[in-house]
């Protein structure tokens, strides 16, 4: 049998559920823009990897925002915290969402900047709750001596070591998982729009 024979009685199986090229990066778009607005959704909380001195970082953070126009994502941080000291050496970072209901998974590969602070008020503005993880009297990752000391808060919030991270994607790829079939594709970007579209091997 031909292999493409082969091939065309899998997919005719009828529990394979194919999705094309545009429709895996369309589908991760969605996921990502959603996630953006709405708590709830799976893709909201990602681990975001940087390169640190000795080993790789990795964190789980909040996605706070989406440009679809220009393909950045946007995160908050403290300005003091580990992962700014390792994009200012590094700027290359990893992004990693899953959605255990849909079994998709996305990843994506960026260049990080941290917007300097006037770029950065816009957003302390819209932020209605959790100020005070921006506001802790010591960096984080600081040795304390006790629970007291490591949670203890400045005397007035204010947006002095509140910082926002935009990625800039430079590779997305998708993994769809199905018991019947997997697929994976990856997509690169220059210059903020996509240059190339490739399947790979799951």
Known sequence: MHWLQGVSTFLDQGSFSFMSLQDLLSQAWENIKSAAVDPSHPFRFLAFNTLGEVY??????VLRHFNPDANQLFVFTDRRSEKVKHIKIDDRVSLLFYDQERRVQVKCLAHATLLSMPDSVPYWKRLKSGKESYNTLHSPATVANSWEEAVALKPTFDAEDF???????????????????HQRARFTFLGGSLDASEWLVP
């Open 163 to 181: 910082g926002v991270i935009r990625c800039d994607l430079d590779e997305l790829e998708v993994l769809q998982l199905q018991s019947s079939g």
């Open 56 to 61: 790789p970082d990795t964190r789980m953070v």
